[in-house]
């Protein structure tokens, strides 16, 4: 679940708890495919069966806590306080992740409107409730489209942005495609 802040002062459900804080970044990057404009997506792992704009969960290291908080935005307080980065540095190591995993191409990122989206997740393998802080940046350009396209490490596939057809697509994901213009990015 998305934590919007309609939801800050809402009491979190008796059955939420939550027990681990994580972080990530994430680069979107659009581009135009039939003169529709296409988000690219990756695929970490097969056995997730879902897809991803490029991520890199830079902590790679969870905090594991027993949350005891009563409210979303309680919550979301703790988790500032507990996930304290220098995100500079962060974006920086997440860039040479990008060259690793996708392409050895420098990128110029802006941030999104909804640069910072808390989602809630529930894990079935861990039993874990997860409160994940996610920083949303767009790929504005790259020397070489071609990389994005064809990934070193990683599958890709693309969702047209005007279809609204998004299986297998993450949450956070969808989220940000329907609260963000993403067409005025397209990189090509």
Same mark, same amino acid.
């Given at each position: 679940m998305i934590i919007t802040t309609q939801h800050h002062n809402q009491p979190l459900p008796t059955e939420i708890k939550v027990e681990r804080f994580d972080m990530a970044i994430n680069f979107y990057a659009i581009v135009n495919i039939d003169k529709n404009p296409h988000l690219i997506c990756y695929d970490y792992n097969p056995i997730w069966n879902s897809w991803y704009p490029f991520y890199d969960d830079i902590n790679k290291t969870p905090i594991f806590k027993k949350s005891t908080t009563s409210t979303y935005k309680q919550l979301i307080n703790e988790c500032n306080k507990l996930l304290n980065i220098n995100l500079e540095n962060k974006v920086s190591l997440a860039k040479n992740r990008f060259k690793e995993l996708v392409c050895n191409d420098e990128i110029k990122l802006d941030k999104l409107d909804n640069f910072i989206v808390y989602e809630l #997740?529930?894990?079935k393998s861990t039993k874990v409730y997860t409160l994940y802080k996610l920083f949303n940046y767009v790929i504005t350009d790259i020397e070489n489209l071609d990389g994005l396209l064809k990934p070193k490490a990683l599958k890709c596939k693309t969702f047209n942005l005007r279809q609204q057809n998004f299986q297998n697509l993450i949450s956070n994901a969808e989220? *940000? *495609? #329907?609260? +963000?213009?993403? +067409?005025?990015?397209c990189i090509n």
């Open positions: #997740k529930y894990s989220y *940000i *495609i #329907k609260q +963000e213009n993403l +067409e005025r990015f």
